[in-house]
């Protein structure tokens, strides 16, 4: 047997690409899937999956819910985002669309961009990025969130403008400030890569001073 691989498995924010067709269609790391009553998510040390929360109300995430590796919501993603004065210090979320049940997480996948939903929690900026599977065929004319049928966005915006709702006082920390497009999506990723690349850059990968 060779040699020629990894011995270690990479971590899924910092180790996994982001992909070679950015922002076009981004590789994507699951936590949730539309099945989960228990909202999942990534542990930043370690890289496994941690069990955060039972979902706060009867509403399951009607998409795969995860992120893109190699980014990070700081001053660039804040600058795009109406009312935000800060990134939420997290990778950006996305989430996917498929034909198909998918009922794991912890699984990486390709996703074409279509869109976005535009949030801001406690004054920090929370994209959520929209793409479809990139190789669902029923998904393959799709480009523009205009696209998609708008109960389908319409499900997704509700879902998360009550899925931190506290059902006893009705308290929330969201606001949905609107939904957009593809271009405006593209920019939010390449805001975040370059938010993560000033954020995780280290001495190593600097350009030696003059």
């Known amino acids: 047997m060779g040699k020629d691989f990894n011995r270690f ?4 924010w910092h180790g996994l690409p982001t992909g070679d067709r950015v922002p076009d269609v981004v590789e994507s790391y699951i936590e949730i899937t539309p099945f989960d009553v228990v909202k999942y998510e990534i542990d930043k040390r370690t890289g496994y999956l941690r069990v955060d929360r039972p979902q706060g109300s009867s509403a399951l995430p009607p998409f795969l819910y995860g992120f893109i590796p190699q980014t990070y919501c700081g001053d660039r993603v804040a600058a795009l985002t109406v009312s935000a004065t800060i990134g939420d210090q997290d990778p950006l979320d996305i989430c996917v669309l498929s034909q198909q049940r998918i009922d794991r997480s912890d699984i990486v996948l ?6 976005g939903i535009q949030l801001v929690d406690g ?10 599977l990139d190789n669902d065929q029923v998904f393959k004319s799709a480009k523009e969130l205009s696209h998609v049928p708008d109960t389908v966005i319409n499900r997704m915006v509700h879902y998360f403008a009550t899925y931190k709702m506290d059902i006893n006082t009705g308290e929330n920390t969201i606001k949905v400030m609107g939904t957009y497009g593809a271009d405006h999506a593209r920019k939010v990723i390449r805001a975040s890569i370059e938010d993560y690349q000033d954020e995780f850059r280290s001495e190593d990968r600097r350009s030696p001073s003059a």
């Open 110 to 115: 390709s996703a074409r961009v279509l869109g």
């Open 123 to 132: 004054g920090e900026a929370d994209d959520k990025i929209i793409a479809v």
């Open 9 to 12: 498995r990479a971590h899924p």
